[in-house]
């Protein structure tokens, strides 16, 4: 397995301009996670989907974020317009099931995102 | 109080070692804990998780788990210089909660 693909793996913008990345989740996985990590921030969860729904937006810091997961094997996070805080490295993972006490999750190489 | 709290480090320990990494949580009602490592410019990776009190082992990594004191542990054996990295701590809730991260370097 290819394990969790992203795109763009760096990317570069200026501020305004309309940002999209891009995950594909490992197959068979019904859970998809976008997290941000920052230096000042950590690692904190923007939103996750099961079965494609969205289940728990509460992360999203604003309503210039946004999260689609068209089909099981696609989901995009876009930011528009960016800002200079937004830069950070954006992480996808997946996971097969979350329980009480699973939640394996597989986190794909991430996004650098520069906005100047 | 933060969810989750780790000391940030850096944590420095000699090869050959035990390097011990600790974690509180604030939420009683969690269920299992995961520990995660990532390397510089890389992404996390799961190490192993627990969800009963006591010791889980996994060759020369063991967590502990007090839910009493709610405190996680990972304790490194034989510190190896390829060790050095960030360690993750994070609580379950139907979603993972991390801590900060607790930056391990081992020194040959």
């Known amino acids: 397995d290819a394990g969790v693909i992203q795109s763009p793996r760096h990317e570069v913008t200026e501020m305004g301009q309309e940002v999209t990345l891009r995950c594909k989740p490992i197959?068979?996985?019904?859970?998809l996670f976008w997290y941000r990590q920052t230096m000042m921030r950590g690692l904190e969860l923007l939103i996750y989907?099961?079965?494609?729904?969205?289940?728990?937006d509460s992360g999203m810091p604003e309503d210039r974020f946004s999260a689609k997961m068209p089909n099981a094997s696609f989901s995009t996070l876009k930011i528009q317009p960016s800002e200079p805080r937004d830069s950070a490295v954006y992480f996808c993972?997946?996971?097969?099931?979350?329980?009480?006490?699973?939640?394996?999750?597989?986190f794909g190489p991430g996004t650098r995102l520069t906005v100047l | 109080q933060k969810e989750v709290e780790q000391n940030s480090g850096p944590l420095s320990v000699p090869e050959g070692a035990i390097a011990s990494l600790n974690c509180t949580y604030s939420?009683?009602?969690?269920?299992?804990f995961f520990w995660y490592r990532q390397y510089s410019g890389k992404s996390p990776e799961l190490i192993m998780f627990?969800?009963?009190?006591g010791d889980k082992e996994d060759g020369r990594f063991t967590a502990q788990l007090n839910k009493a004191s709610q405190y996680v542990s990972l304790l490194i054996r034989d510190s190896q210089p390829s060790d050095s990295a960030t360690y993750l701590c994070?609580?379950?809730?139907?979603?993972?909660?991390f801590g900060q991260g607790t930056e391990l370097s081992v020194k040959p």
């Open positions: 993972a997946s996971s097969l099931e979350v329980t009480g006490t699973y939640n394996e999750q597989f």
């Open positions: 197959s068979g996985h019904d859970y």
């Open positions: 989907f099961n079965n494609n729904v969205p289940i728990d």
């Open positions: 939420d009683r009602g969690s269920q299992s």
């Open positions: 627990i969800y009963s009190n």
């Open positions: 994070a609580v379950n809730r139907g979603k993972l909660i």
